[in-house]
């Protein structure tokens, strides 16, 4: 089956810094990426849609400038947390398709932000 | 705004007994249904999926169910195990264009052996 790969799954960082998270689709094509954050005992929500090759679309009060999501190829997209703060520390999944093909997760990132 | 909810937010029932989560949502106009497991600091394992012209799918011990017109879906489990003990999230998609998945906040399952 379809796999998507994130990495990392866990990260602690200190305020200020960025942190990179990763989202690799395996062994299909992901025309559209989609990022989600889960806060603890609260359902996963919508950061993000990004389309290969265009610049994503953020949902209302997701600042861009400051979750910098690029999803420059076919296979792999990427979302920064820049100058990270406590408030940040979440669970992070990404979702893949293709077409009209069915979402695959990730198995999420734990950030930690000190 | 499409909006789903999960009844019971938790629950707790010993091992064997047959179970049924509950997910609601607020605009029928759906593309697919799907209903997810999500272990504790782990990602979402899909268990079922129903598109908006079915009723119900069933794998194993799990059936979903879906009626689009009153906006429900119920997961039911049969025999649970402690190995089913996670998070069930229901997640409905919309019908228009690339519409991504709402997920409800989901119903933490213990099961007791």
């Known amino acids: 089956g379809a796999v998507v790969s994130q990495h990392p799954s866990r990260v602690i960082c200190k305020s200020g810094t960025s942190v990179k998270i990763e989202c690799r689709s395996l062994?299909?094509?992901?025309?559209?990426m989609f990022w989600y954050r889960q806060f603890p005992k609260k359902s996963l929500m919508l950061m993000a849609t990004?389309?290969?090759?265009?610049?994503?679309?953020?949902e209302q009060g997701v600042e861009k400038d400051k979750f910098l999501i690029n999803h420059a190829s076919l296979t792999l997209s990427t979302l920064t947390v820049t100058s990270a703060h406590p408030e940040d520390s979440s669970f992070y999944i990404c979702s893949a398709k293709t077409g009209d093909s069915p979402l695959h997760f990730g198995n999420g990132t734990r950030l930690t932000v000190t | 705004k499409q909006e789903v909810t999960q009844i019971p937010a938790a629950l707790s029932v010993p091992e064997g007994e047959n179970l049924v989560l509950n997910c609601s949502f607020t605009d029928s106009a759906i593309y697919n249904l799907q209903w997810f497991r999500q272990d504790p600091g782990k990602g979402l394992t899909s268990l079922l999926l129903i598109q908006s012209s079915q009723r119900e799918q069933t794998s194993g011990r799990l059936n979903a169910s879906l009626d689009k017109s009153s906006g429900r879906s119920t997961l039911y489990i049969a025999a649970s195990q402690p190995g089913d003990s996670a998070t069930y999230l229901c997640?409905?998609?919309?019908?228009?264009?690339?519409?991504?998945?709402?997920f409800g906040k989901g119903t933490r399952l213990s099961v007791i052996a």
């Open positions: 997640a409905v998609k919309g019908d228009s264009g690339n519409t991504p998945l709402v």
């Open positions: 990004s389309n290969e090759g265009s610049k994503a679309t953020y």
């Open positions: 062994d299909f094509q992901a025309t559209t």
